[in-house]
Nanobody
């Protein structure tokens, strides 16, 4: 059993910043990659950013330069620094973890999501 818990969402004015955090815990041998997706009302879930165990990061093209993903492997945690927020960034942000179990299986796991609301 693996738990993924996000925190740090909230209400912010346009132009402001927020930092999301996510921690994974449970029967994890190693984490392969961690990342963030978001889903706005009436829209499909979309990739925000992913970071591998080696520290390589990939971003949605539209978010490059404003969002920064980082991780603390010792804490099985990933962070998303969001700057210059826009109303269109309003969404539920989900943390995802791809991990390997002690038995050698690889699985994805998702958090429950954290709401980010950007007011104009």
């Amino acid at each position: 059993q693996v738990q993924v818990v996000e925190s740090g969402g909230g209400l912010v004015q346009a132009g402001g910043s927020l930092r999301l955090s996510c921690a994974a815990s449970g029967s994890i041998f190693s984490i392969n990659e961690m990342g963030w997706y978001r889903q706005a009302p009436g829209k499909q879930r979309e990739l925000v950013a992913i970071i591998t165990s080696g520290g390589s990061a990939n971003y949605a093209d539209s978010l490059k330069g404003r969002f920064t993903i980082s991780r603390d492997s010792a804490k099985n945690s990933v962070y998303l620094q969001m700057n210059s927020l826009k109303p269109e960034d309003t969404a539920v942000y989900y943390c995802t973890v791809v991990y390997t179990t002690y038995g050698g299986s690889r699985w994805p796991s998702w958090g429950q999501g954290t709401q980010v609301t950007v007011s104009s």
